[in-house]
């Protein structure tokens, strides 16, 4: 009957201690971390999806992400390797990027660095850097650049291509063709 008696006591002061008056100050939270080098968040296994008036425009999935607010403008930093997958109107595959790191920007531009690679149909694309404007829908690039089709494979610096690749231009380019 002891024991019973002490272990209801140690119950009630156990939930006495708890009580009390809630706290009336709050403070702010702590900002002196955050600044230019530090993310304002963090993501593990991202999945961003694209939409164009509320239709499904792409899928960008990266092992990382890190958002950054650039002279009061969200930059999102994608890395570990990333795979954006654009579509078509109804929703099927038409184009695939994938690169080591993407940067993607408010005003929708996507800036892909690190051994990128552009696919959609028998067209591949190989480059270090490209840049598709959200507002055209275009992909561009200033750097090397190695274009293969079947029986054909086209080098130069610098390309400009729409989103599908079936219109582009080759800038300082040279050419190898196979024939039969």
């Known amino acids: 009957m002891k024991k019973v008696i002490v272990l209801f006591l140690h119950v009630i002061l156990i939930l006495a201690s708890g009580c009390g008056e809630p706290v ?5 939270p702590e900002t002196s971390l955050t600044g230019a080098n530090h993310p304002v968040q963090e993501s593990w296994t991202v999945k961003i999806v694209m ?17 950054y607010l650039v002279e009061g403008r969200s930059e999102h930093h994608l890395d570990g390797g990333i795979r954006a ?11 695939t990027i994938t690169a080591l790191k993407a940067v993607l920007y408010a005003n929708k531009d996507i800036e892909a660095l690190g051994n990128v690679i552009i696919s959609s149909g028998s067209t591949v694309i190989r480059t270090e850097f ?6 055209d829908n275009m992909i561009r690039s200033n750097r090397l650049v190695t ?3 079947p029986g ?15 219109k582009y231009r080759i800038f300082r380019g040279s050419a190898e063709a196979f024939t039969k």
């Open 85 to 95: 997958v654009f579509l078509d109107i109804n929703g099927n595959p038409t184009t």
């Open 147 to 149: 274009i293969t089709r």
């Open 152 to 166: 054909e494979t086209i080098r130069g610096e610098g390309f400009e291509s729409d989103q599908t690749l079936k």
């Open 51 to 67: 939409t164009e008036s509320g239709i499904r425009r792409g899928v960008i999935e990266a092992p990382h992400g890190a958002e």
């Open 24 to 28: 009336k100050v709050r403070r702010s």
């Open 130 to 135: 490209i840049k598709r404007s959200g507002k």
